[in-house]
């Protein structure tokens, strides 16, 4: 019997990948993380020492602003220069192809054969791929760079989701003192929950366990913001 693809349940749709390549998941987790872990920290250390809460809503203002357009800015300039790095490696390939085109089409055809295709098929494979130049080109960035030049990561989206996701972060401990608290309790509590809820959706883009990220993250957080209380509070004394 003769099992259809498309009417097969047990094969996912081609589709059914995340999208791992768009620019936004590592400075949207990054951001997240550092901005709750980063602000709670210093709100904390500031309140340790006693200082007013106006005090503590000032630099918990002053670190959120600070660190979003840090983030931001610095996500683009690395997600902008890897970009222009690749397209320069680009151009270089376009032109040894447009100098060298049977040297190249060997090239690809030896990375098939390195890969498990018999030689004679691997260079048939590679004659049929050379002879369209702009499909050319991309096979053998793919290839030989790794990369795929339809889809490189947007600085914009980068340094956007990076903007975003830190001010989030570092707004949360920073918010019980905005709605009117003057002790750190409301704090520690919702960082705490912010913490394990950051982890676990975290493992959503994973192969972790909700609860493993969960815990990874508010220990770690935690420890950051036990040694700045401690700071906070020696410093104070």
């Not at 749709?13 to 920290?41: E, M, Q, Y």
């Not at 990220?213 to 508010?218: K, P, V």
Request: no cysteine.
């Amino acid at each position: 019997m003769t099992v259809q693809i498309e009417d097969d349940p047990r094969i996912p749709p081609p589709d059914h990948h995340r999208d791992v390549t768009g620019g936004w998941l590592r400075p949207a987790v990054f951001g997240v993380t550092d901005g709750l872990v980063s602000n709670a920290s210093l709100v904390i250390g500031v309140a340790a020492s006693g200082a007013s809460t106006h005090a503590v809503i000032l630099a918990g203002v002053s670190g959120l602003a600070a660190g979003a357009f840090s983030m931001a800015t610095g996500e683009y300039v690395s997600v902008a220069s890897q970009q222009e790095l690749t397209l320069a490696e680009i151009e270089v390939e376009k032109l040894e192809l447009a100098r060298v085109p049977k040297a190249e089409e060997a090239e690809l055809a030896q990375v098939y054969v390195q890969r498990g295709v018999e030689p004679a098929l691997a260079r048939e494979v590679a004659k049929q791929l050379s002879a369209n130049p702009e499909e050319a080109w991309r096979v053998h960035v793919r290839e030989e760079l790794g990369v795929d030049p339809d889809d490189l990561p947007s600085p914009w989206t980068a340094a956007g989701s990076s903007f975003v996701s830190f001010t989030l972060g570092a707004l949360v401990p920073l918010l019980p003192y905005l709605l009117g608290a003057s002790t750190l309790a409301a704090t520690v509590v919702l960082t705490i929950i912010a913490l394990f809820a950051a982890g676990v959706g975290v493992s959503r883009f994973t192969s972790r366990t909700w609860w493993y990220s969960g815990t990874r993250q508010l220990l770690l957080g935690g420890a950051a913001a036990a040694v700045t209380y401690a700071i906070g509070n020696a410093v104070g004394a």
